[in-house]
């Protein structure tokens, strides 16, 4: 991936991010610059303690068939809300949900860029 798919994708992400905040009211981010933070800051949780959660989280999403990844994306949301001002998530359901949309609207973004 060179600099120019980059930052395309990290835009794109943070479009999804700042739909996804007017789409759903427990979820506030202040403007499309601080989108951009949280999709940055985002990726990197995603980069480092996603995978550790999810290894050490590998017995229950087994045992819930996989459906326990939602629950560390949503941890993840949490902790960015944690992390940044200028973004909030009003309870674990409004990241859950969040998340839920935010991967669609990635998806939805990415396939058609």
Do not use: C, H
Not at 51 to 77: D, E, H, K, R, S
Not at 99 to 113: E, T
């Amino acid at each position: 991936m060179d600099l120019t798919e980059f930052i395309i994708r990290l835009l794109l992400s943070a479009a999804a991010v700042f739909i996804t905040a007017k789409v759903l009211s427990g979820v506030k981010v202040e403007s499309y610059g601080q989108a951009i933070i949280v999709a940055i800051v985002l990726g990197v949780i995603n980069a480092v303690v996603k995978p550790i959660l999810v290894f050490l989280t590998i017995p229950i999403t087994i045992l819930t068939l996989g459906l326990f990844l939602l629950v560390i994306n949503a941890l993840m949301i949490m902790l960015v809300d944690k992390i940044l001002k200028g973004f909030s998530v009003k309870s674990f359901w409004w990241a859950f949900f969040f998340s839920i949309i935010l991967s669609l609207l990635n998806a939805i973004l990415q396939s058609i860029f």
